[in-house]
């Protein structure tokens, strides 16, 4: 079980000079896990909603700074002093503090950057894929369709043998 003692937000600048989240979540261990998201850029209508400052002036309106605010005040008001057993739990708690589906109340990048920095600090004690392979897997069915990693297709791959 992990006790998480603070839990903080940061506006960092990704990879392309775009403003993103970034959280750090400290645990009463005296363990760290941070992690930063990138910004998104699907508009899907059924796309989580990342959470912008609209101003103009800074950034062209892509700064963070709400979704910064939302990390240090409602999802760590809500998060700090509970114990969690497993990545899930904690996804769980993160999501009941937005209340919405789409994540529009505290914004997508906020709630993601916070379970991303939980998972890391996971990491180095349980191997990533088998957490969220377990916790989050689809059953799958077998398909008959083979990929041909030679370029053709099985259906090509018939006819020119029937030629």
């Not at 990879?15 to 899907?44: E, F, M, N």
């Not at 909603?49 to 760590?76: K, M, P, S, T, W």
């Not at 957490?131 to 041909?148: E, I, V």
Request: with cysteine.
């Amino acid at each position: 079980m992990a006790t998480v003692c603070a839990l903080r937000g940061l506006e960092v600048l990704d990879s392309r000079g775009h403003p993103t989240v970034k959280a750090t979540c400290d645990l009463a261990s005296g363990a760290r896990g941070a992690a930063s998201v990138p910004s998104g850029a699907s508009t899907g209508a059924a796309e989580a909603i990342e959470r912008r400052d609209g101003e103009v002036h800074r950034y062209h309106g892509l700064g963070c700074r709400q979704a910064v605010r939302h990390i240090d005040e409602d999802l760590a008001r809500a998060i700090v002093g509970r114990a969690f057993s497993s990545q899930q739990a904690w996804d769980e708690a993160l999501v009941a503090c937005d209340g919405t589906e789409r994540k529009a109340r505290l914004g997508a990048n906020a709630i993601l950057a916070c379970s991303l920095a939980f998972a890391r600090w996971r990491s180095p004690r349980f191997s990533l894929d088998g957490t969220y392979g377990q916790t989050y897997a689809r059953p799958t069915h077998r398909s008959k369709f083979r990929p041909d990693f030679r370029g053709r297709s099985p259906s090509v791959r018939r006819r020119r043998a029937s030629w």
